[in-house]
């Protein structure tokens, strides 16, 4: 079983009109990440976990991936999804390590 982890800091929301940590915790959707088509095929939606964090104001968030709905594609190429997320709760702040488009999986 994989965990996604997508970071929605607060800057992001400020300059990129994407969703704020808070925004994304009460509407279970996470706006345009970068998930490369690797990642994507290995994710079981409705059994993996989703971490949400703001590693700025250090919160965190927990659920369970619903689906991945596909929302254009960077500037390189990869496409980007919305990550929609069941039961998000938030929980205490633990880090985790993120990639350069935000988004990372622990297997």
Do not use: C
Not at 12 to 41: C, N, W
Not at 60 to 83: I, Q
Not at 93 to 107: F, N, Q, S
């Amino acid at each position: 079983m994989a965990t996604l982890i997508i970071h929605a800091p607060k800057t992001m929301a400020e300059q990129q009109s994407k969703r704020s940590f808070q925004a994304t915790l009460e509407s279970g959707i996470g706006d345009g990440y970068a998930i490369s088509r690797y990642v994507h095929d290995e994710l079981a939606f409705a059994s993996d976990a989703v971490v949400l964090l703001d590693k700025v104001d250090k919160r965190r968030a927990e659920g369970t991936l619903e689906k991945l709905v596909e929302n254009g594609k960077t500037e390189t190429g990869m496409k980007r999804y919305d990550v929609h997320i069941k039961g998000l709760k938030e929980v205490k702040y633990k880090p985790e390590r993120l990639g350069r488009t935000g988004v990372a999986v622990i297997w």
